[in-house]
Nanobody
Framework: QVQLVESGGGLVQAGGSLRLSCAASRSSFRANVMGWYRQAPGKQRELVAEITRGGIITYTNSVKGRFTISRDNAKNTVYLQMNSLKPEDTAVYYC??????WGKGTLVTVSL
């Protein structure tokens, strides 16, 4: 079964940047929609951004203008460039493929 492996999380000061990556373990895996979701302590998991195989992108309002999602179909990898980070962006970030396959998550902590 294919696995999604996230990387790039960590601790950053407010205003800083991080780049998350998510790679599928099987080169033959083809997903239509790849997305990033996040779950903050005590809150429900929410969509951050998603991108279709054809490049159609959706962002949640709170990250528009700060985050950029992209994907490399040849590498079965999706990225999330996060700029101007805020403390409220602190969460575990999950990668998902067609909302069927999920990664284990990577923690992003933004300090004041």
């Amino acid at each position: 079964q294919v696995q999604l492996v996230e990387s790039g999380g960590g601790l950053v000061q407010a205003g800083g940047s991080l780049r998350l990556s998510c790679a599928a373990s099987r080169s033959s895996f083809r997903a239509n929609v790849m997305g990033w979701y996040r779950q903050a302590p005590g809150k429900q998991r929410e969509l951050v951004a998603e991108i279709t195989r054809g490049g159609i992108i959706t962002y949640t309002n709170s990250v528009k203008g700060r985050f950029t999602i992209s994907r490399d179909n040849a590498k079965n990898t999706v990225y999330l460039q996060m700029n101007s980070l805020k403390p409220e962006d602190t969460a575990v970030y999950y990668c998902a493929a067609d909302l069927v396959v999920w990664g284990k998550g990577t923690l992003v902590t933004v300090s004041l």
